[in-house]
Nanobody, 117 residues
């Protein structure tokens, strides 16, 4: 599976962005998928994940209630709707597929999200 993330950009605190991740190759619908992020000087961290058919969904405590993950398997696309953005949400956001306890098989290239005051 090849993943291409897009939708990042510069936004003011309190604003919104929607990230997209287009998948190609093997059937995207076969895999749980999700989003991770990495801020400067920090390790990559989990943001959200979604099951193969849209459930279950999981969120990091830091984004719960503000971010919504979804997927459209007919379009082979994963989404992350981000609202009420905070300065600490600034990071490179990566999409991933085939998320299992033993590891993650596929990563996208990342898209930069910068939240300004």
């Amino acid at each position: 599976v090849q993943l291409q993330a897009s939708g990042g950009g510069l936004v003011q605190a309190g604003g919104s962005l929607r990230l997209s991740c287009a998948a190609s190759g093997r059937a995207f619908s076969n895999y749980a998928a999700g989003w991770f992020r990495q801020a400067p000087g920090k390790e990559r961290e989990f943001v959200s994940s979604i099951g193969r058919n849209g459930e279950p969904t999981f969120y990091a405590d830091s984004v719960k209630g503000r971010f919504t993950i979804s997927r459209d398997n007919s379009k082979n696309t994963l989404y992350l709707q981000m609202q009420s953005l905070k300065l600490e949400d600034t990071a490179v956001y990566y999409c991933a597929a085939d998320i299992q306890a033993k590891g993650i098989s596929y990563w996208g290239q990342g898209t930069q999200v910068t939240v300004s005051s």
